[in-house]
């Protein structure tokens, strides 16, 4: 009789051949949008099927993982630990293909690299022809996006790499130096700056500073900077470089700009751009990746030929 009962109850018992890897993707992305609707579309399914799937996965599991009504989702306790390990799951299955492809040619196949804004639209027209002609079977698919998301990103296993500025807190990840990368200031052409051949930090004492907004690692270094000049941040945050060009050339305000950035910005409004003299401002721009991913050498060898690549 009690031989009967533990089979039942092992019957009863949830296996891993009960939940998919899709579902586990599916519950993932409701946790992170909190919407059937956004979820839906970012795992490329119908809402109704999305809520049949999270209806499934709940039924299997025996547990209520989201509070759901007609105005919002929530995550339960016990919805939030299980959707914890799905992340955990999903980011070993991504590395178990990664590691297959690795012992095969880690230059194969598609790789997700995320880049700063205030890299991007410098830096990957000038390089990306020679590193796909260094590695034509290799697939890059590029995320544009602020740090804080980019360092998610890497650390859920969505990226296998990013190209980041050297200064933010990186935690434990992987990087490789790239290249050191200069600040000049910008100033409105009839400004007084525009009279030096180089600028100091005496130069912004009491000045308006115009800055990018929250989540731009580019404004907290300008700031750590600025900061010990006296420079005044005006009240406006610029979501792009572009935007702070316009304003700075419309007579709003100085700003730091990165010495990639120069050939384009410059030839978008009439600006005076002068150099700093010692200490110069600046930021170190770094290949990251996690220590753990199976492609950890072929990123290295990789940084290597961005860093060759560099204009």
Do not use: N
Request: charge should be neutral.
């Amino acid at each position: 009789m009690a031989l009967a009962i533990a089979a039942a109850m092992l019957g009863a018992m949830v296996r891993p051949s009960d939940l998919s890897l899709r579902q586990l993707e599916y519950l993932v992305a409701l946790a992170d949008t909190l919407g059937f609707h956004r979820a839906a579309e970012r795992v490329h399914v119908s809402q109704p099927s999305l809520s049949a799937q999270i209806q499934q996965i709940e039924a299997t599991l025996g547990l209520r993982l989201f509070e759901r009504d007609h105005r919002r989702v929530l995550l339960t306790p016990a919805g939030e630990a299980v959707v914890a390990r799905a992340r955990r799951i999903l980011q070993e299955a991504r590395d178990l293909v990664a590691s297959a492809q690795a012992w095969r040619d880690p230059f194969q196949g598609t790789w997700r690299l995320g880049v700063i804004p205030t890299v991007a639209p410098y830096l990957l027209p000038e390089v990306l022809p020679a590193l796909a002609a260094a590695h034509p079977d290799l697939r890059l698919k590029l995320r544009e996006e602020r740090t804080p998301v980019l360092l998610v990103e890497l650390g859920a296993g969505r990226l296998e790499a990013a190209l980041l500025a050297e200064g933010t807190d990186l935690g434990d990840l992987a990087r490789v130096p790239l290249r050191k990368d200069p600040f000049l200031l910008a100033a409105p052409i009839h400004h007084p700056v525009a009279q030096k051949a180089q600028v100091s930090l005496r130069d912004l004492e009491g000045e308006p500073l115009l800055l990018l907004e929250d989540g731009h690692c580019l404004r907290d270094q300008a700031l750590a900077f600025c900061g010990e000049a006296g420079a005044r941040e005006v009240d406006f945050r610029a979501s792009s470089l572009p935007t702070l060009v316009q304003m700075v050339a419309a007579g709003l305000g100085l700003t730091l700009l990165p010495g990639l950035s120069i050939p384009v910005e410059a030839s978008r409004a009439p600006l005076a751009l002068r150099p700093f003299g010692r200490p110069v401002p600046g930021r170190t721009l770094v290949l990251a990746w996690r220590r753990e991913s199976p492609l950890a050498e072929a990123l290295g060898t990789f940084a290597e030929d961005l860093r060759r690549a560099w204009p």
